[in-house]
């Protein structure tokens, strides 16, 4: 089993709709999680890090859940801007981060 | 407040030869790491560097790599004898403490003709 496992879509929806990514993490990639937004292989800029109570930034919620190891991101009222691949991250007890594979989304007209 | 730099931002090698790739962490930030993005692959941790220490270097191939901080001036991943393989992206990222979120630089693409 992969440390960070993602389905790597691609996700296409609709400008407007919501959309929702989960993420699944192995034991030595829990002690911080993160999410990352990559464009067209430019470095990943960060959108979120993933908090236990979880956490909301505008159309942005992320959500962590440890009994099940698994981290989501949801996103609301979809732009075309949106349109990217966004890569989830846990951290390691050194704190280097494990990356999954990432999923495409893209937001059509 | 700069990001994270990186250069050179393209670099191309012949096979054989060295490659040095910089990156200058973001002000107040002491915790550097570099990660590589193969072709079609997702991004892979190789070295957690602080001044002057190396933390982690699991993700490092064990011949032809190394990377160091020192204490005045960049982070420097080192390629010694590339090969086709070594073509990838390098992204270097810091954060001001080693459980913090992490900020990228724009990465050096490496191409080994």
């Known amino acids: 089993r992969k440390e960070v496992e993602q389905d790597p879509g691609p996700f296409n929806v609709p400008e407007g709709a919501t959309v929702a990514f989960n993420c699944t993490y192995s034991?030595?990639?829990?002690?911080?999680f993160f999410w990352y937004r990559q464009d067209c292989r430019k470095e990943p800029k960060l959108l979120m890090s993933?908090?236990?109570s979880g956490n909301e930034d505008g159309r942005f919620t992320a959500q962590l859940n440890r009994a099940s190891q698994y981290i989501s991101l949801l996103i609301r009222d979809s732009k075309l801007s949106d349109s990217a691949t966004y890569l989830c991250?846990?951290?390691?007890?050194?704190?280097?981060?494990?990356f999954g594979q990432g999923t495409t989304l893209q937001v059509k007209p | 407040n700069a990001g994270v730099m990186q250069n050179p931002r393209h670099l191309v090698r012949r096979r054989g030869q060295e490659a040095r790739l910089r990156c200058s962490p973001m002000?107040?930030?002491?915790?550097v790491y570099w990660y590589r993005q193969l072709p079609e692959e997702g991004l892979k941790f190789m070295v957690y560097?602080?001044?002057?220490?190396?933390?982690?270097e699991s993700g490092m191939p064990k011949e032809r790599f190394s990377a160091e901080f020192p204490k005045e001036g960049p982070s420097i991943l080192r390629i010694q004898q590339v090969v086709r393989g070594d073509s990838a992206a390098y992204f270097c990222?810091?954060?001001?403490?080693?459980?913090?979120?992490?900020?990228f630089g724009p990465g050096t693409r490496l191409t080994v003709l």
């Open positions: 993933v908090y236990s």
């Open positions: 034991n030595s990639a829990s002690q911080s």
């Open positions: 990222a810091s954060s001001p403490t080693g459980q913090y979120e992490q900020f």
């Open positions: 560097l602080q001044k002057e220490n190396i933390i982690d």
């Open positions: 002000k107040g930030h002491s915790h």
């Open positions: 991250a846990g951290s390691s007890n050194t704190g280097k981060l494990i």
